[in-house]
């Protein structure tokens, strides 16, 4: 490698690291505000939420390394032409080609590791991600007894603490309305103060009770041969220990949620494709036969011409034809709207199975095109780097939002276009790389022909050749 390239790689790799640490970071930010209520209060510890966080950063990736690729390389070729040093060696006789041939070559090795990842790493990330995320939905909120209100967290309780004592644990005025046996408030513990504590390991709760009361309802408990409804108990000292099992995290298999489409690879992906591609092939040829049942086909009764003529016949059909006809009719509109039901019904079902294909088939190709838009986001941010000679953190990053923009706009619209049928899905998911590749070419073409583009000179004299020529 010679020193050219060891120094415009040494001036990509620093601002490139530091771009897509920040785009990660705001990307994963971003996405992780979606299921923050879901995630505080339960007390699952810093390394169930790294966990979950290194894994979302994995699925992340892929999306930050675009505008990472065109925010550093219109930061490093940005800043060469601000030092002129862009300059310089175009002056020793080296073509701007050459020039951006080490960024090109690492992009493109990028790009290639890229689709890799995206192909057999990220949908393992997924699968560990979302079932993980999955049985944090489930876990139940750390206890939290708030003053005066009742609390339900524990199975088979509900529980109200008018007022808590420090941070011991103490409390007074302790309401608990014990479900446990069924009926309807069956079992009320009354207490005038208390004291709640964890053993085995936070296992357990226990809470123990002074100087309370135990109502029973003897109706709700079906207790047999009492003269008396209620049954007072007083008590001195009492200890109830409550299981905490339902708060800790327990993990799903992760077998159960391997069937989306987010935890396969390409392979996998085309398998499922063409089955649900087959299955509604299949459908659509079945119509017709399932459709036949619904039809009733009316046939000629000539049993009747072995013991009377014509005549006999003509006129039993004459003076049943009201009747029949009013019954023909009512028969039909039922057949009709049965039909109908049917038809809709069957339309849906296949609908569904050709747009759960389309979007298996969207996802395979995604995992191509987020690979090239890396290419392409570089053939867009060289050149335009060297045309503004501009670097830092200014104008580079306002270019690189808006082009990062437009790609995301016309990706959503493509992948949009291609799940609804209005496009093949290859059209759709290429549309937005193959609307940027020629403004990148375009801006190559520019910058290798030294254009002052974004320039005001350069406007008011193609404003003013195009007032000549309208002349």
């Known amino acids: 490698m010679k020193k050219l390239d060891k120094l415009i790689i040494r001036s990509f790799i620093g601002p490139f690291i530091l771009t897509f640490t920040v785009v990660e970071f705001i990307l994963l930010t971003q996405y992780m505000l979606k299921y923050l209520d879901e995630l505080v209060g339960k007390d699952l510890g810093a390394s169930v939420f790294g966990e979950l966080l290194f894994y979302f950063s994995l699925n992340m990736a892929p999306v930050a390394l675009p505008l990472a690729v065109l925010l550093s390389s219109l930061m490093t070729y940005g800043t060469l032409g601000e030092h002129h040093e862009l300059t310089a060696i175009k002056t020793s006789g080296i073509a701007l080609p050459r020039i951006l041939r080490p960024v090109f070559i690492f992009t493109a090795v990028l790009g290639f590791c890229a689709f890799f990842f995206n192909n057999n790493i990220v949908p393992k990330a997924n699968l560990k991600a979302y079932s993980l995320l999955w049985d944090i939905r489930q876990t139940k909120p750390t206890m939290n007894f708030k003053e005066g209100a009742f609390y339900n967290g524990l199975p088979g309780y509900s529980i109200k603490i008018n007022e808590k004592l420090g941070d011991n644990g103490s409390v007074r005025d302790v309401m608990i309305y014990d479900h446990t046996q ?16 964890t053993q085995h390991n936070d296992s357990y709760l226990v809470l123990e009770l002074f100087d309370g009361n135990i109502y029973v309802n003897q109706n709700d408990i079906s207790v047999q041969n009492s003269d008396e409804q209620f049954v007072r108990q007083r008590f001195n000292e009492s200890k109830i220990m409550f299981s905490l099992s339902s708060f800790d995290l327990s993990r799903t298999r992760e077998e ?38 619904f039809y009733m086909y009316m046939k000629t009764d000539t049993t009747r011409t072995k013991f009377g003529g014509r005549a006999d016949i003509k006129k039993e059909i004459a003076y049943k034809l009201p009747e029949v006809t ?20 069957y339309i849906e079902r296949v609908n569904s199975t050709i747009r759960e ?50 790609m995301y706009v016309l990706s959503i619209l493509g992948e949009k276009w291609a799940r609804e049928g209005l496009v093949p899905v290859p059209v759709g998911m290429w549309a937005s790389n193959a609307i940027l590749l020629p403004i990148g070419l375009f801006f190559l073409i520019q910058a290798r022909n030294d254009s002052n583009l974004l320039e005001l000179d350069f406007w008011r004299k193609f404003m003013a050749r195009l007032r000549r020529n309208k002349l």
């Open 357 to 406: 294909s389309k979007n298996f088939e969207i996802e395979i190709w995604k995992k191509y095109t987020q690979s090239a838009s890396i290419l392409i986001m570089f053939l867009i941010g060289a050149p335009l780097g060297a045309i503004i000679k501009k670097g830092g953190l200014g104008v580079p990053v306002i270019i690189s939002i808006i082009f990062f923009i437009v």
């Open 182 to 197: 069924g009926g309807n408030n069956s079992r009320v513990i009354l207490a005038d103060s208390g004291r709640m504590y």
């Open 326 to 345: 009013t019954g023909t009719l009512v028969m039909a509109k039922n057949k009709a709207r049965n039909i109908r039901s049917f038809t809709t019904s």
């Open 256 to 293: 159960y949620f391997s069937d989306n489409k987010m935890m396969k690879n390409i392979a996998e992906l085309n398998v499922v494709t063409d089955s649900l591609a087959t299955q509604a092939s299949t459908e659509k040829k079945k119509y017709v036969t399932n459709l036949d049942p």
